[in-house]
């Protein structure tokens, strides 16, 4: 719903900024530095006196995404099982297995889950230079939840509406436990894991907000809070015990040995005592997705399951992408796309002598490992010396069947001009930035609603935009003079 509360001429933007600060819910992140150092009630981000603003072009541009990586998310689903029996090529599934124990592989080959996609999706979309939009990650395990919603409440209390209106996240996600379980009113348990500790306040926060909305009955917990009986899962509720109807699962495959009871919460889903969001697909998490997509012997799969315009949509989306993959090439073959000195690419050791102005690539993990998430193993190519350039090359090649690493086009994103509380000064400035807009989608049925966005603001020095005190977070706003 539209916010009801109305802008107050009188406050200034130094006000609007104290507001927020003083009004947001506390606690929403783990550690605070800097000024707030010690303040239980502070953020470790720094806060804006109205949200980041949008051009109409561009929200409805985030509006009309959701549904082309809700068909990529079941595009790839029924490559990677087409892969498997055989109806596709086998690198498919090879590429996605890489890493794996066999353990994961056969639960996410399970006819229980075989049709399963994530329900909420969440890309990390940079707005270029050049004014495209590029998505540089998918991310379907994500934070950032309980920051929108909370801020969302705040900024309306102050008059502004947002994207996806300011309670979006709360009812986006009721309505997609909603679709999962069949249930006007569905008991929902956020579980986190001690690997995701960090999502604990904000969660926390969710939670709590979908309980007071009446749409759903709502915990979050550890997993050892969670209890198995013969029929059902069942947690504790400020209602009392109920059956656990939506499991939303906020812990990564990579990390479940170290995750109490997860067996008996697979169990569970296994046997549809509880429906779990997202699936136990690894496959889905990998960004060698992206790979895959820009794959030229995929093209006629990728086009049957997609159709020619939302496949042309989402090759202009997703960064061209390899998989640093160290076999060796027959001798008429080339790396289709990687080019040095106008010449096509045969070995990955033809990129070492590439200048720092040459070198427009990211290195990352592709998924399954502790390092494949946030900003964590992520290596900007023109950052680095020759020598760090070159080992990470070959670490990635080295790592190939453990931990999978991709190359991927570097993107600058546009500079943006975002006006900040500075707290130490008792002012409001301005940060010359770069922004990162991560919109949130809630699948119920086929629609994919974009329920919210967060904006990440970060020095323009900066090469890799991701949460830090340095950074402003904020809910976005449509705007005639947004970007």
């Known amino acids: 719903m539209p916010c009801s509360a109305k802008l107050r001429p009188q406050d200034t933007e130094l006000d609007r900024a104290h507001y927020v600060r003083e009004h947001l819910a506390p606690n929403l992140f783990r550690s605070v530095a800097g000024p707030d150092a010690g303040d239980t009630n502070a953020v470790a981000w720094r806060l804006s006196p109205e949200p980041f603003p949008l051009a109409p072009s561009t929200v409805a541009a985030l509006q009309s995404l959701g549904g082309d990586l809700l068909k990529l998310y079941r595009a790839a689903n029924r490559l990677y099982f087409m892969s498997v029996r055989g109806t596709a090529p086998d690198f498919v599934h090879q590429y996605l297995e890489f890493g794996k124990p066999e353990s994961i592989v056969r639960l996410q080959r399970q006819n229980r889950f075989k049709s399963e996609v994530p329900s909420l999706i969440r890309p990390d979309i940079i707005l270029t230079e050049g004014g495209a939009m590029i998505a540089s990650e998918l991310d379907s395990v994500p934070g950032g939840m309980g920051f929108v919603g909370a801020m969302g409440e705040t900024y309306c209390e102050l008059g502004f509406d947002q994207v996806g209106e300011f309670d979006g996240m709360v009812r986006g996600f009721a309505r997609m436990a909603q679709s999962l379980s069949g249930k006007e009113l569905p008991t929902i348990a956020i579980v986190i894991s001690a690997e995701s500790e960090d999502y604990r306040p904000e969660m926390t926060w969710l939670a709590g907000a979908l309980q007071r909305s009446g749409l759903a009955q709502a915990v979050a917990l550890a997993p050892d809070e969670v209890f198995f009986t013969e029929e059902a899962l069942v947690v504790d509720t400020p209602s009392g015990r109920r059956t656990v109807d939506v499991l939303y699962r906020n812990f990564e495959l990579f990390d479940l040995l170290n995750v109490p009871k997860a067996e008996l919460m697979l169990y569970a889903a296994r046997?549809?005592?509880?429906?779990?969001?997202?699936?136990p697909k690894s496959f889905l998490e990998e960004k060698l997705i992206?790979?895959?997509?820009?794959?030229?012997?995929?093209?006629?799969?990728?086009?049957?399951?997609?159709?020619?315009?939302?496949?042309?949509?989402?090759?202009?989306?997703?960064?061209?992408?390899?998989?640093?993959?160290?076999?060796?090439?027959?001798?008429?073959?080339?790396?289709?796309?990687?080019?040095?000195?106008?010449?096509?690419?045969?070995?990955?050791?033809?990129?070492?002598?590439l200048s720092k102005s040459e070198r427009q690539y990211v290195v990352k993990p592709s998924g399954f490992s502790p390092l494949?998430?946030?900003?964590?193993?992520?290596?900007?190519?023109?950052?680095?010396?020759?020598?760090?350039?070159?080992?990470?090359?070959?670490?990635?090649?080295?790592?190939?069947?453990?931990?999978?690493?991709?190359?991927?086009?570097?993107?600058?994103?546009?500079?943006?001009?975002?006006?900040?509380?500075?707290?130490?000064?008792?002012?409001?400035?301005?940060?010359?930035?770069?922004?990162r807009l991560c919109p949130y989608y809630f699948v119920a049925g086929d629609e994919a609603m974009l329920s919210g966005v967060l904006a990440t603001v970060v020095p323009a020095n900066k090469r890799l935009i991701h949460g830090m005190t340095d950074a402003i977070m904020a809910p976005c706003m449509e705007s005639p003079q947004g970007y």
Request: glycine share 6%; proline share 6%.
């Open 271 to 279: 046997h549809k005592r509880v429906a779990m969001t997202p699936p």
């Open 290 to 353: 992206f790979a895959l997509l820009h794959n030229g012997a995929l093209e006629s799969q990728w086009l049957a399951e997609l159709g020619a315009q939302t496949f042309d949509r989402l090759l202009k989306l997703f960064p061209q992408t390899w998989i640093l993959d160290p076999r060796p090439l027959p001798p008429q073959a080339v790396i289709a796309g990687l080019t040095v000195d106008r010449k096509s690419v045969r070995t990955w050791q033809q990129l070492y002598g």
């Open 372 to 435: 494949a998430w946030g900003s964590r193993g992520v290596y900007v190519a023109n950052d680095l010396t020759k020598d760090e350039w070159m080992a990470v090359i070959d670490g990635g090649l080295h790592t190939f069947e453990k931990t999978p690493q991709i190359l991927q086009r570097y993107h600058k994103a546009r500079r943006v001009q975002v006006r900040y509380l500075d707290v130490a000064a008792n002012d409001v400035k301005e940060l010359d930035g770069r922004v």
